[in-house]
């Protein structure tokens, strides 16, 4: 059976019709409210085989820093459209008196500008503090080549919104709106801005369905049912490992790193090859491209090593539910 729901491009299938073991996930949902989890969202294909929210229906909420690989799709579409060079352009193109001309897009990208940017992602706060967000980046000192070690850091989210802008002459929600959200009817957009410059790290809110869309389009390689919005090449590169990034890191909730994407192989997680976007404490947005299965997950706030409850709802209970 297929449902027809408000949206254009989405449709509900039964669990069974997606290969999905619908017993194992209802028995799943005992486990939903005690790790605070908000919202649970699977796509197999392109269509809605289960979905659970706390308040009974979808809502908009925070990515937190999944907002980070949106911002991706849209720096390689304004690549496409020609309003940046390329990933290497250099970082001091866009800002008057940067000191390093070294220093390229995709090192913001994969986070290895080479900037002093301590205990994951200490001094964001401060960035957010300052007078000026841009310039703290940009006078950080330098601790190590660009394109050697993996620093996460929002300061260089934030360039590349800025960048964007520069770039395109709208702001990273204007043209996430006419590039992406509004051809792929997404109901409700919300982006928190410091003069002018949406935040490129947070601050991105959308319904938990549109978020799913989102991971659909990454799953279909850029393709919108006929229509081009991101190249197919952008998502294959953004979505490689660039680096080995945090797959190092207990509890293994991270992963190597691409462009603004993690990437987690199936010897790390123990289910599956897969990318995600990850915000704060645990959300999720995951696509496994062999398992045509997209995921998104909403958590409250809880401490960071949390998100370890929505690593495991993942890759032991949802990935325990796909019937091989």
């Not at 194992?24 to 949902?29: G, Q």
């Not at 509890?251 to 995600?276: K, L, M, R, T, V």
């Amino acid at each position: 059976m297929t449902t027809l729901i408000d949206d254009p491009y989405l449709r509900i299938v039964e669990p069974s019709v997606a290969g999905l073991d619908e017993s194992k996930l209802e028995r799943m949902k005992e486990w939903l409210e005690p790790w605070k989890m908000t919202s649970v969202i699977i796509m197999r294909d392109d269509a809605i085989a289960w979905e659970w929210h706390a308040k009974g229906e979808d809502s908009v909420g925070p990515l937190l820093s999944c907002t980070k690989s949106v911002l991706s799709a849209l720096i390689g579409v304004a690549i496409e459209d020609g309003h940046i060079h390329s990933v290497d352009q250099p970082v001091s193109d866009y800002f008057e008196g940067a000191a390093d001309s070294s220093i390229r897009i995709k090192h913001l990208l994969t986070m290895t500008s080479g900037w002093d940017w301590p205990d994951f992602d200490k001094p964001y706060k401060a960035m957010k503090k300052a007078p000026d967000p841009i310039r703290f980046v940009l006078e950080r000192s330098m601790i190590s080549e660009p394109g050697n070690a993996y620093l996460y850091n929002s300061g260089g989210s934030h360039l590349l919104s800025a960048i964007l802008t520069a770039a395109t002459g709208q702001s990273a929600l204007d043209y996430a709106t006419s590039r992406l959200f509004r051809p792929m009817g997404f109901r409700q957009a919300k982006w928190t801005s410091h003069k002018g410059i949406n935040e490129g790290g947070t601050g991105l809110q959308l319904f938990g369905r549109d978020l799913a869309k989102l991971g659909l389009l990454h799953l279909r390689e850029g393709d919108w049912f006929g229509e081009r919005l991101i190249p197919a090449s952008w998502v294959q590169e953004s979505t490689k490992r660039h680096h080995r990034g945090l797959l190092h890191y207990e509890p293994p909730i991270y992963g190597a790193y691409g462009y603004h994407w993690w990437q987690s192989p199936a010897e790390h997680n123990g289910a599956f090859d897969c990318y995600f976007a990850f915000g704060h404490g645990g959300q999720y947005l995951l696509v496994a491209p062999e398992e045509r299965l997209v995921i998104v997950l909403r958590k409250a706030l809880a401490g960071r090593n949390e998100a370890v409850k929505s690593r495991n709802l993942i890759f032991e209970h949802i990935a325990g539910a796909l019937k091989k």
